[in-house]
């Protein structure tokens, strides 16, 4: 549960809370006796149906307008104040509006017209006689689902929203993927046709080394075919891509252009720079570390000093960059830890079977790692 979520059921509860005991105290000065009891016990039970809405919507939903329903038939046959009263009411509204944000849409709509019809008609039907007092409490319930329904709605719309940003910036990860494809096949196929010319020379004047020779050409032509099941998939035409050259160098180029136009100290910590890598592993360690750098200037402006370290092992890469920016400077990201910068990063990093980590870090700062097979 994230801190908003938190934040929105304490509201329930404590603005449910005041309802309940200023409609108690109303209806024990008024009506006298235990005749509030019913009402507090029904509005109760639905605000807590209310709290678990977020597990189960349909459920919780279903539950709250069969509390609301009894809650008004009781009241008219036995003679009780008018239901269902504002807490009540409160509560079958954010069941409403949950059910509307979550549910598809004939089940939403099914909720929120059942929820509407027991909230308009419910303090009508209620009441032993008609009465002023029962059709304010209607509009005062019907007003609470407006405000419910319309937030369940305008969460939804959002949610639609955002998913649909975040399959764009999928796509254009894809894309920038599959603009290196020339290059990772350029790269792979020229070292083939070299090798291949090479043992024709080799034939004519050395026949005794061909078979080294087409040993080359078969181990060159599997990590070529390893290279193209990554990203095979994936189709480009040439543009700007990221290097694709056999090394983390141009790491050093790009730490450079960062500090020249940000106030901070960065640390790099990479391989010697004769270590050669395949060129879609090369690419992808390239823009992990420009999209983590971005992040920092974006989002951590009071950040002193960037770590940014790259290290291998015989089972692959990892790269890792962290800043120290003090938690203020980061508040703004606790809520959306899946953001589009991200997105397009573990798109990348998992299109190599890799693993992407991007949080916090201890006592303060954030931190990105990504793991990436060889």
Known sequence: MTAWNRVLDLALVVGGGALLAATALALAASWGGLYWAPGLLAGAAVLAVALLRRRAPLVT?????????????????????????????????????????????????????????????????????????????????????????????????????????????????????????????????????????????????????????????????????????????????????????????????????????????????????GTAWPPELTSTVYRVVQESLTNVARHAAQAATVRVRVAQSPAGVTVSVTDDAPPPARAGLAPRPGGFGLIGMRERVEALGGELRAGPRAPHGWSVEARLPR
């Open 61 to 273: 939903a279903g539950i709250g307008l069969a509390v609301a329903v009894a809650a008004v038939v009781a009241a008219r046959v036995a003679g009780l104040p008018v239901e269902p009263q504002p807490a009540l009411a409160l509560g079958l509204a954010v069941l409403a509006g949950n059910a509307v944000r979550r549910l598809e849409p004939r089940a939403a709509a099914g909720v929120a017209g059942g929820a509407l019809l027991v909230l308009a008609a419910g303090p009508l039907l209620s009441a032993h006689h008609s009465s002023g007092g029962a059709t304010v409490v209607a509009v005062a319930d019907v007003l609470a689902w407006v405000a419910g329904v319309g937030c369940g709605l305008w969460r939804r719309l959002e949610g639609h929203r955002r998913q649909e940003l975040a399959e764009g910036v999928r796509r254009e990860e894809r894309l920038a993927l599959a603009r290196e494809l020339h290059d990772v096949v350029a790269h792979h196929v020229t070292g083939i046709v070299v090798q291949a010319q090479a043992a024709r020379v080799v034939a004519r004047r050395h026949p005794e080394r061909l078979e080294g020779s087409i040993a080359g050409i078969e181990e060159a032509g599997s990590e070529a075919l390893a290279a193209m099941r990554r990203i095979v998939s994936l189709l480009r035409d040439a543009g700007d891509a990221a290097p694709a050259s056999g090394g983390p160098e141009r790491l050093e180029a790009l730490v450079r252009r960062f500090e020249d136009g940000e106030a901070r100290a960065v640390h790099l910590e990479i391989p010697d720079a």
